[in-house]
């Protein structure tokens, strides 16, 4: 089992910039994919980003690449997102995930959320 708690979450304007981090426990060394999802309300929760624990290979959807980045510390079995360049669109709950396997598979295991909110 993996237990998964997000932090950093908050309000910034447009333009501005926010970390969030995912801090694992539990059976942090059967994780072999790790990613942040969202859900704006209303709408389905989708994958925006991912990196793979062992070689830190990322993958982003279209709508955050060049403007966020996915990183991982093994040595503390945690992961960031840096958000950059943020609008109000990207206003949402952001969720942690890890996977067993690859992400793309589906992820087995999610933390909490935390609420971002950007103002125009």
């Known amino acids: 089992q993996v237990h998964l708690a997000e932090s950093g979450g908050g309000s910034v304007q447009a333009g501005g910039s926010l970390r969030l981090s995912c801090s694992a426990s539990?059976?942090?060394?059967?994780?072999?994919?790790a990613a942040w999802y969202r859900q704006i309300p209303g709408k389905e929760r989708e994958g925006i980003a991912s990196?793979?624990?062992?070689?830190?290979?990322?993958n982003y959807v279209n709508s955050v690449k060049g403007r966020f980045i996915i990183s991982r510390d093994n040595t503390k079995a945690s992961v960031y997102l840096h958000m950059n360049s943020l609008n109000p669109e990207d206003t949402a709950i952001y969720y942690c995930?890890?996977?067993?396997?690859?992400?793309?598979?589906?992820?087995?295991?999610w933390g909490q959320g935390t609420q971002v909110t950007v103002s125009s």
């Open positions: 995930a890890a996977a067993q396997q690859a992400c793309s598979y589906g992820v087995a295991f």
């Open positions: 539990g059976d942090t060394d059967s994780i072999f994919c």
């Open positions: 990196v793979v624990s062992d070689d830190g290979r990322t």
